[in-house]
């Protein structure tokens, strides 16, 4: 077992989380990596996000295959990287905590990380895995001082709203700087108005069947595509961690 002075020594001014998304688990996560985010300095990759075995706690998307192999969650470690554990459905009984209680431990190491949405899922993390960092999802849609500070005392870390960015006064009010991730870039979430989507992925991971509801229907919106933040202007609000869903354009300076 690592102790927390194990962790990563980052000598840059930001860190990365990164997805894992068009991963499979025959691809190793270090090629994987140099494929497609070469141009984010390794020692800058805090983590990467993705799935491991089949859990009914997976939330965010639907499961469909694993992403992160065990071989991939043993070399990360070895380089100082971390995996996070997407454990973000809306839904966890106590029974349920139990039966994952294995899977959970597992993968038990200061490096990795767990991230949620239900705050009973990660009290009974937190309780019984302190080494654990305990991530609250960006599925919890937080967007007030008021909320990020109730998080903050359950949370290690809180992941704001894409939206969030934008907000200049909502994020100079928050004082905890260094436990706030906020997104490198944004897709279809950043200018959703209903995010239903959530819960049909929650649904479907408990079950293994339903479909996907999205308000691009029943709600206009302007589609975007997935756009870039100004990192620099981020960084000089005092914010360092990111949360980054591809490769960034250009030539890798806003990192």
Not at 73 to 83: M, V, Y
Not at 148 to 173: C, G, H, I, R, W
């Amino acid at each position: 077992m690592l102790t927390n002075s194990n962790r990563q020594t980052i000598k840059h001014d930001s860190t990365y989380t990164i997805s894992g998304r068009g991963k499979t688990d025959k691809e190793p996560a270090l090629d994987f990596i140099a494929r497609c985010f070469s141009n984010v300095p390794i020692t800058q990759i805090e983590s990467i996000f993705g799935f491991v075995e089949p859990s009914t706690l997976y939330g965010g998307r639907f499961y469909q295959m694993r992403q992160l192999s065990d071989y991939d969650a043993a070399s990360l470690n070895e380089r100082g990287i971390g995996i996070r554990l997407p454990f973000t459905n809306h839904f966890a009984s106590r029974e349920e905590y139990i039966e994952n209680k294995t899977l959970i431990k597992k993968y038990y190491n200061p490096l990795n990380s767990v991230i949620c949405t239900n705050d009973d899922l990660a009290q009974w993390i937190k309780d019984d895995f302190t080494d654990y960092d305990v991530e609250a999802s960006v599925i919890k849609n937080i967007m007030s001082l008021e909320q990020v500070n109730d998080a903050l005392a359950l949370y290690d870390t809180v992941v704001l709203p894409m939206v969030a960015n934008d907000d200049d006064e909502f994020l100079a009010s928050i004082k905890d700087k260094n436990r706030i991730r906020l997104f490198a870039n944004a897709g279809c979430a950043y200018t959703c108005p209903a995010r239903i989507c959530y819960k049909s992925f929650s649904k479907f991971n408990k079950t293994g069947a339903g479909e996907l509801k999205c308000s691009q229907t029943a709600k206009e919106r302007p589609m975007k595509g997935m756009i870039d933040f100004d990192l620099d202007a981020l960084r000089s609000k005092g914010f360092t961690k990111f949360k980054l869903l591809q490769a960034r354009v250009g030539n890798g300076t806003g990192y």
